[in-house]
């Protein structure tokens, strides 16, 4: 949960200062035994849960893009965050989804881009 302008840090970026929102999601992810039988009942193994953080940006300047877009575009990357599971902050292993950034002016270090967002999502389940 983003509890405080330092509980989410990736790649040793303090991330607090160039949000707007974080979401959190808790994904399933189930065995290809799983499903309803006949009655309706599920039933199933389940793999595990696998943490979504999407972020979004506040507008950024140039100077700030340059410090987020290699996060972004980094084959991996390392999130710490405060999981309300284990009650503390912990650390993953994510890769990011596609983003997009809208600029409807010139950019400069006074001018900004468009707020815009991206799932850091992690590569291996929650333990």
Known sequence: MFIDANSIIINGVNMGQYLVEAKYGYNKLWGSDSGRNLAGVQSGTLIGIFPKIILQFRKLTKSELEIIVPILDSASQSVSYYDPYKKAQTTMTT?????????????????????????????SKRV
């Open 95 to 123: 890769y990011t989804g596609d983003y997009e950034i809208t600029n409807k002016t010139r950019i400069g270090t006074t001018r900004k881009n468009e707020g815009f967002s991206c799932s850091f999502i992690a590569v």
